[in-house]
T-cell receptor, first 110, second 115 residues
């Protein structure tokens, strides 16, 4: 089967660091994606990992361990505008199909 | 450059009706995928089209169909609407070459309400 798990909700304080975890079990793997989605808007691409390790992009970093079926998204220097849902998705092999988790709703407080 | 555009933005239908949703991909993108997102859930894959051919189909009934046109735009059709079809329908396009080859870029979606 295919299953992606991530926490439903998280809260953090402005200026802090937050880590959103994602575990997955899929029949085929060809990359892991993180998207940000503000309420009522389109998912926006944040990061893509296909090999193990850490990918850093400004205030956002994403880590992947394929052997453990595990990824995390790290957000530094949190801003109020970072309040959104964060979607973890796995791409199936040889297709564009993305399998999404239910998303983690992050609320940043002043 | 324009992103993925979808129309209409909102739609209200009644049970049993049919609906057509439209998507224009980013210029140069040949692959288009459709997703359904129910409130509070992640998007669920419906279809992928590449070069006018269906490349993948999710676990949706035959009431759902799609097609892609020579200009790579796409339509999603849903027949015999049910209350449970109420959702945000997202279209995504991706390039078939370059550094962004595997990245899907989403449109703002069409919010369908079935009454």
């Amino acid at each position: 089967g295919q299953n992606i798990d991530q926490p439903t909700e998280m809260t953090a304080t402005e200026g802090a660091i937050v880590q959103i975890n994602c575990t997955y079990q899929t029949s085929g793997f060809n990359g892991l994606f993180w998207y940000q989605q503000h309420a009522g808007e389109a998912p926006t691409f944040l990061s893509y990992n296909v090999l193990d390790g850490l990918e850093e992009k400004g205030r956002f970093s994403s880590f992947l361990s394929r052997s453990k079926g595990y990824s995390y998204l790290l957000l530094k220097e949190l801003q109020m505008k970072d309040s959104a849902s964060y979607l973890c998705a796995v791409r199936s092999y040889n297709t564009d199909k993305l399998i999404f988790g239910t998303g983690t709703r992050l609320q940043v407080f002043p | 450059d324009a992103g993925v555009t979808q129309s209409p933005t909102h739609l209200i239908k009644t049970r049993g009706q049919q609906v057509t949703l439209r998507c224009s991909p980013i210029s140069g993108h040949k692959s288009v995928s459709w997703y359904q997102q129910v409130l509070g859930q992640g998007p669920q894959f419906i279809f992928q089209y590449y070069e006018k051919e269906e490349r993948g189909r999710g676990n949706f009934p035959d009431r759902f169909s799609a097609r892609q046109f020579p200009n790579y735009s796409s339509e999603l059709n849903v027949n015999a609407l049910l209350l449970g079809d109420s959702a945000l329908y997202l279209c995504a396009s991706s390039p078939d070459r370059g550094l962004a080859k595997n990245i899907q870029y989403f449109g703002a979606g069409t919010r369908l309400s079935v009454l």
